[in-house]
């Protein structure tokens, strides 16, 4: 029931910039821990950073510092900006909404980040 659209991917040169986006259909948004997670061909899945609720975030030691993950509830949306990018950093990024009190958990479709000079 809870719909995820994630924007802002695209090719970008080693050291860039670049900022996701996803946005949310349906109720509760606040009540939803919000994530990025990604992942490369042949690998697995992997968290990249999670928002609490409550506004409290966790990320992957390989993105800490560069990384930052914000949430706007009034407009149901949740932000990875990304900063210095690696050709490592290359992947599928997915957008994330999970309620464990509930059962909820939800995907996004994905957007292609591509990290390459």
């Known amino acids: 029931q809870v719909r995820l659209v994630e924007s802002g991917g695209g090719l970008v040169q080693p050291g860039g910039s670049l900022r996701l986006s996803c946005v949310a259909s349906?109720?509760?948004?606040?009540?939803?821990?919000m994530g990025w997670y990604r992942q490369a061909p042949g690998l697995e899945r992997e968290l990249v950073a999670v928002i609490s609720s409550c506004g409290y975030t966790t990320y992957a030691d390989s993105v800490k510092g560069r990384f930052t993950i914000s949430r706007d509830n009034a407009l149901k949306m949740v932000y990875l900006q990304m900063n210095s990018l690696k050709p490592d950093d290359t992947a599928v990024y997915y957008c994330?909404?999970?309620?464990?009190?509930?059962?909820?958990?939800?995907w996004g479709q994905g957007t292609q980040v591509t990290v390459s000079s």
């Open positions: 349906g109720s509760l948004f606040s009540s939803y821990t």
């Open positions: 994330n909404a999970n309620w464990i009190v509930v059962k909820g958990d939800y």
